[in-house]
């Protein structure tokens, strides 16, 4: 459930025309930054949920009280109010979070294995992080991790876990399972340890 501040969130195409309006926290926020791509405030169930509209986040902008999301779509931009019925609050479902997602919201017995570009994924991430322990490049979250600290990546860490066994739906699992490994990834890097010694541990275990 969601325990930060609650701000409303306005959504407009290139041409800066609103088209919806949505309801964000702090950790939605940091999550559309991160990701490029926005995040919102589920209203029924209070969890962060990827905005089931899609589309590229080109600019967010902090107002007084509230938020402006520029939004590229590669289609029209959806109608307003697209994101629940009957509301303009966030998405009765969410849209996929990650590549496979979709899979995973088929059911257990859908899962798709891995394609080899996925393989991939963990170790493009790890050399991203490890590259930005070393250049902290500004305005990068990974960069605010490094600065706060081991003891504040723990705790990230903690709280991503928490909120994976707290995830219902299979998009949500999905949503939550990637925070996670980014921040595993993040506390491997910090502790000098790597993921690649945790991969090993991993394989040793077959």
């Known amino acids: 459930m969601v325990s930060d501040a609650i701000y409303p969130g306005v959504l407009c195409d290139r041409e800066g025309r609103p088209y919806d309006a949505v309801l964000v926290t702090e950790k939605s926020v940091r999550k559309s930054r991160e990701h490029r791509r926005l995040w919102i405030l589920h209203r029924e169930t209070g969890r962060v949920l990827p905005y089931p509209g899609g589309g590229e986040l080109l600019e967010l902008a902090e107002h007084d009280g509230w938020y402006r999301f520029t939004v590229e779509h590669s289609d029209a931009a959806p109608e307003a109010g697209a994101g629940e019925p009957g509301t303009t609050a966030g998405p009765a479902t969410a849209g996929p979070a990650t590549a496979g997602a979709g899979a995973a919201a088929a059911g257990a017995d859908a899962v798709a294995p891995l394609r080899p570009d996925e ?3 963990l170790q493009r991430v790890a050399a991203v992080i490890a590259e930005r322990k070393t250049t902290l490049p500004e305005g990068s979250y990974t960069t605010y991790l490094f600065t706060e600290g081991l003891e504040k990546i723990r705790k990230k860490t903690g ?3 928490i909120e994976l066994i707290l995830a219902e739906r299979p998009e949500e699992i999905a949503a939550e399972a990637a925070d996670l490994l980014y921040h595993l990834t993040v506390l ?5 340890v790597g993921l690649s010694a945790a991969l090993e541990a991993l394989g040793s275990r077959e």
């Open 119 to 121: 393989l991939g994924v």
């Open 159 to 161: 709280e991503e876990a």
């Open 188 to 192: 491997l890097e910090a502790s000098g």
